[in-house]
């Protein structure tokens, strides 16, 4: 089969790993016998040096007609100013936004080969396979009024908690949708005993919950729910969350897993529909990692992350589930072969870098 996909690398180690995750890609070309068409497009602290802008107009053309997104990370010091009339990170913003991505799905997996690698205690990591589904086009990242100004008295800031009940059906519906899919339990992450938005999404979640028998639901305060991720987090299956709240917890997730280089995610205008290829919606993966520019051009980011997001693609966007499955046996492989990137070597192994990393999965494809 053909398939079109938009390749946004931007910017600090953004290149490096997106190199990696289509020499991957490729691999799978070859072996199931596919042509993945790819076209990069620009975007971020990059784009908006050349074009003023972190979404120029032929990136949003290019993201508008194309069959997924594969995307890497945005920002960096150079365009940091807090006065700056836009910044590298309005570019992502704008593809949720534009694209309709209002559930970012983050799967946190611990793969037994690095149960070292993480701070955490190797007997509460086994067992842990949860999704971290996040809200990802409301909330305070949205919401209107949000500006800052001056006023006789200093300067001021404000931001806008807001939720439609629309808005909160739907991605609690998704974790639902998932729950059903897996092991059947749904955690709900809210502010309820301080927030409005806390206690309407309570309630709705309870009320699509009703369209769910077979699945348990549970209530968790946020703040409660960081802390119980780390001291148990095997008990979790499908939390929700909003989306500042689905941020924070799954930066505190990839911990687990021990790297932020390991994370994949996929961000979607709701779950693919079975057998409606070709009408699907975009969908974008990426890394939950950032830009990292401390460590850019070394050579020595974990692409892991985003190779996982590209068999997300492959699973998601274009059903290619056997293909999916293959690149993250390879990704299985590598690890238990003992190659490791420096974020992961903690506990010995294979130190190789970013394009050696990338060279080992492709081979075992
Ligand atoms: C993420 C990132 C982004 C976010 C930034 C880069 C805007 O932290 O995808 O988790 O806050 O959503
Ligand atoms: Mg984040």
Redesign the pocket.
């Known amino acids: 089969m053909k398939f079109s996909i938009a390749v946004l690398p931007g910017d600090g180690i953004g290149p490096e790993v997106i190199g990696e995750a289509v020499k991957v890609m490729e691999a799978v070309g070859r072996r199931f016998g596919h042509q993945f068409d790819t076209e990069e497009g620009r975007v971020g602290g990059n784009a908006i040096d050349e074009f003023g802008t972190p979404l120029p107009e032929a990136t949003e053309a290019l993201i508008s007609d194309t069959d997924a997104v594969l995307f890497g990370a ?2 960096g010091p150079k365009w940091d100013d807090p006065r700056a009339p836009t910044r590298p ?1 309005d570019g ?2 704008a593809m949720r936004k534009m694209l309709g991505l209002y559930g970012n799905v983050r799967p946190v997996k611990v793969y037994p080969q690095l149960i070292n690698s993480s701070p955490v205690k190797p007997e509460i990591l086994k067992g842990v396979d949860m999704i971290i589904l996040r809200e990802l086009t409301g909330g305070l990242y949205f919401a209107k009024p949000k500006r800052r100004w001056d006023t006789s008295r200093g300067r001021r800031g404000v931001d806008t908690l807001k939720y439609t009940e629309q808005e909160i059906e739907r991605i609690v519906r998704m974790a639902f949708e998932m729950a059903m899919g897996r092991r059947k339990r749904v955690t709900s992450v809210d502010k309820a005993n301080v927030l409005e938005t806390g206690r309407l999404w309570r309630e709705i979640a309870t009320e699509v919950g009703q369209d769910y028998p077979e699945v348990e639901l549970e209530h968790v305060l946020v703040d409660a729910a960081a802390m119980q991720l780390i001291k148990n987090p095997a008990h979790y299956d499908v939390i929700v969350a909003e989306n500042t709240f689905g ?1 924070i917890l ?1 930066d505190e997730a990839s911990v687990l897993s021990g790297s932020m280089g390991m994370l994949p995610s996929a961000s979607m205008a709701g779950l693919p529909k079975k057998g409606r290829r070709g009408k699907r919606a975009i969908s974008l993966y990426e890394p ?1 990692h ?1 830009s990292a520019p401390d460590i850019a051009g070394q050579g020595i980011a974990n692409p892991i992350g985003t190779i996982l997001s590209m068999a997300m693609l492959l699973r998601y966007s274009l059903t290619l589930e056997e293909e999916a499955v293959a690149v993250e046996r390879s990704v299985e492989g590598a690890l238990a072969e003992g190659y490791r990137t420096p974020d992961i070597a903690g506990d010995g192994g294979e130190v190789v870098k970013t394009p050696e990393m990338g060279d080992i999965i492709a081979g075992g494809i």
Do not use: N
Request: charged share 20%.
């Open positions: 945005v920002g990170e992502i913003l941020d799954t939950i950032g």
